[in-house]
T-cell receptor, first 110, second 112 residues
């Protein structure tokens, strides 16, 4: 049983489209991270959100932490082929332990 | 370069053998985490060390063990290897709560 559920599992879109990836849990987290992983490489940290309701923007990426700190979303505007990869969310408990979602595999076609 | 160094990058070995994977955390990070990633299972947490002491254990098999040395580097030992142990093994380090992980580039283990 995954503590964090990500949806969708797979997403294939055309360049220029917008998309949203969701990360949901019944547990409360002290912080939540989003990572992007390319094949054969380690996940790379994109953002950390800490406060309920927090919104962070990273160029075309917008991250939101739910008010109750149980869920999060990642929105990408005008997706580009370079955004292709596996997007992982990870919730952190009070003991600095992280729980990873199963990931959303994004493919952006030129 | 993330600052977390993992060696070797690739490892091919036979069933029943034992291997050691090595990780040097980012400078200043006291916590080291080991994860296993296989195609159908996502990132599975194995074990965490903090400043030389075991802090948390995940789904780590009894055939696997790890340690963190005084210089903070860590080793993951995998013994009596089985075909199903073939996976990417990642090490990550963290400076503390709320700061996220920095991952190494992983060791790809293939058991034949």
């Amino acid at each position: 049983t995954q503590l964090l559920e990500q949806s969708p599992q797979f997403l294939s879109i055309q360049e220029g489209e917008n998309l949203t990836v969701y990360c949901n849990s019944s547990s409360v987290f002290s912080s939540l991270q989003w990572y992007r992983q390319e094949p054969g490489e380690g996940p790379v940290l994109l953002v950390t959100v800490v406060t309920g309701g927090e919104v962070k923007k990273l160029k075309r990426l917008t991250f939101q932490f739910g008010d109750a700190r149980k869920d999060s979303s990642l929105h990408i505007t005008a997706a580009q082929p370079g955004d292709t990869g596996l997007y992982l969310c990870a919730g952190e408990d009070n003991f600095n332990k992280f729980y990873f979602g199963s990931g959303t595999k994004l493919n952006v076609k030129p | 370069d993330s600052g977390v160094t993992q060696t070797p990058k690739h490892l091919i070995t036979a069933t029943g053998q034992r291997v050691t994977l090595r990780c040097s955390p980012r400078s200043g990070d006291l916590s080291v985490y080991w994860y296993q990633q296989s195609l159908d299972q996502g990132l599975q947490f194995l074990i965490q060390y903090y400043n030389g002491e075991e802090r948390a254990k995940g789904n780590i098999l009894e055939r696997f063990s790890a340690q963190q040395f005084p210089d903070l580097h860590s080793e993951l030992n995998l013994s009596s290897l089985e075909l199903g142990d073939s996976a990417l093994y990642f090490c990550a380090s963290s400076v503390g709560v709320g700061n996220g992980y920095t991952f190494g580039s992983g060791t790809r283990l293939t058991v034949v």
